[in-house]
Structure formats: C-alpha cells, structure tokens
C-alpha cells in the first residue's frame, strides 16, 4: 500500500521560504512521477510541480522562477523547496504519485495528508 507524508510546512512571512517534503513508502519510488498539488480554503486543487521518473520537471505559471521540485531517489522523498512566498501562496500543500514515470493525465489516486503553508504579509 503506497503511503505518502508531507512535512515543512508552516508560518512565514512573505517574501521568505519553505521547504516542503514528502516521504513515500509502499511502492517502488523512482520509477514512478510524483507532483505536488495545492489547495486553498474554497479553491480546486490544483497542480503546483511534477517530477518524472528521470527528473525533468515541469510548474504551474505561479510557480516558474520560485518554487523548485526535486527528488532524492535513495530516500524515497521529492521535495519542494518555495522561495519568495506570496500571500496568496497560503494552502494546504498535497504530495501525489503517478501511476507512471511520466506525470500525463490525473495522479494515481495517492495522496498524502498535506501540509499547511500560511503566508504572513
């Protein structure tokens, strides 16, 4: 059974960073795409990065030039480091895994419990 945990999320204050992480277990990591999603009180989920397999990345618009996804195969983990915050980067982030190396069409159906990111102003 795939089971997904994020940490890292918090209070800053705008203009500051976070990193978030998300640890997986019950399946074989690397050969699956991961992405983090995000949604506000309100809002649809929606897609913040994807990783794939190989490592190429790709961002939401809002995200290119601020946030980064990586992934660290050896420790079952992506990450999401988020620089320069906006206040209107506060939401409950989501790590997910694909049910391929490529992140095409809708996640796979696994979700972690998320982690809150609030942005002071």
């Known amino acids: 059974q795939v089971h997904l945990v994020e940490s890292g999320g918090g209070l800053v204050q705008a203009g500051g960073s976070l990193r978030l992480s998300c640890a997986a277990s019950?399946?074989?990591?690397?050969?699956?795409?991961m992405g983090w999603y995000r949604q506000a009180p309100g809002q649809q989920r929606e897609r913040v990065a994807t990783?794939?397999?190989?490592?190429?990345?790709n961002y939401a618009d809002y995200a290119k030039g601020r946030f980064t996804i990586s992934r660290d195969n050896t420790k079952n983990t992506v990450y999401l480091q988020m620089n320069s915050l906006k206040p209107e980067d506060p939401a409950i982030y989501y790590c997910?895994?694909?049910?391929?190396?490529?992140?095409?069409?809708?996640?796979?159906?696994?979700w972690g419990q998320g982690t809150q990111v609030t942005v002071s102003s």
């Open positions: 997910t895994r694909y049910n391929s190396p490529t992140p095409y069409g809708p996640p796979g159906g696994y």
């Open positions: 019950g399946s074989i990591f690397s050969i699956y795409a």
């Open positions: 990783i794939t397999s190989g490592g190429f990345t």
